[in-house]
């Protein structure tokens, strides 16, 4: 297991990685779109470059270690490696494909156990920086100039589902799939304060560590969606489990990740949402 000291030097990695892709995307324009056996699952030519740099990045400072990335699938040993880099090199690549501002660059490690030890996930078309250790909090950064101060994250209060508002995600497959995540929805539209949807799960956990919003849950993701901003929500003060309380796992593609105040009443509507679907 890695040391305090380890996790500082595979944190600035992390950082090296996210810093070279977002400076290849900030102001990058989509042209050549297409789908990836769905219509609605879109990859770019930007999403391969930045990939490429990426595993560039990784694969020079951290030989030896796998990577497992969204478009170019897993290089390096084999799953029995003792940590592994999760890469999506455009989470909300839809939106990114639309000018629309909110989609990041997500990239974490994780150990044997699946469990995130490092995270960044930044945002250059906000210029939102957000980043943690295990057990080193989470910070983040306005802006993507490395002089500037970074601040610590802390999740907000609100103490009620009533008083909360939700932050959640669809499936690409929903108008086929009856697992969509439409029963939820409409169950949380009812009972929450607010409920939105944003487009880039990466993001979407960020917020709620940054305080911004109060809980987020969705299924069905993929481990490199989701990774980075699950560590980064824990190391705020947050609370992450899967959707139906049990341990938090990438791989198993599902979340529930909160303020902590209203994890419980947040599952327990999720459970009842599905008793009525």
């Keep these: 297991m890695p040391t305090g000291q380890d996790y500082a030097e595979l944190l600035e990695t992390a950082r090296t990685a996210a810093l070279t892709a977002a400076a290849l995307l900030s102001n990058a324009r989509a042209e050549e779109i297409r789908a990836k056996g769905n219509p609605r699952d879109l990859v770019t030519e930007w999403d391969l470059r930045s990939e490429a ?22 290089s390096g040993p084999s799953g029995s490696a003792t940590m592994r880099w999760l890469v999506d090199p455009i989470d909300g690549t839809v939106n990114f494909a639309h000018g629309f501002p909110i989609w990041s660059v997500s990239i974490a490690l994780e150990n044997a156990q699946h469990q995130p030890i490092v995270g960044v996930v930044v945002a250059p078309a906000l210029g939102w920086w957000f980043e943690a250790s295990l057990g080193g909090g989470a910070h983040g950064r306005t802006g993507l100039d490395v002089e500037q101060p970074l601040f610590p994250l802390r999740v907000s209060r609100p103490a009620t589902l009533e008083a909360a508002m939700l932050t959640t995600g669809f499936p690409y497959d929903r108008a ?81 990740a909160t303020n902590g105040a209203i994890h419980e009443e947040l599952l327990a509507e999720l459970r009842l949402s599905r008793s009525r679907s």
């Design 53 to 74: 740099v990426i595993r560039q990045t990784l694969e020079e400072r951290t030989p030896g270690v796998a990577i497992l990335a969204e478009e170019g699938g897993e």
């Design 176 to 256: 086929t799939n009856p697992d969509n995540n439409f029963a939820a929805w409409d169950h949380m539209q009812r009972v929450a304060g607010a409920a939105r949807r944003l487009g880039s799960a990466s993001i979407d956990l960020c917020l709620v560590a940054r305080g911004w919003m109060d809980g987020y849950w969705e299924r069905r993701l993929k481990s490199w969606d989701i990774a980075a901003g699950a560590l980064i929500v824990a190391e705020a003060g947050g609370t992450v489990t899967n959707t139906t309380g049990g341990p938090f796992d990438p791989h198993q593609g599902e979340i529930a």
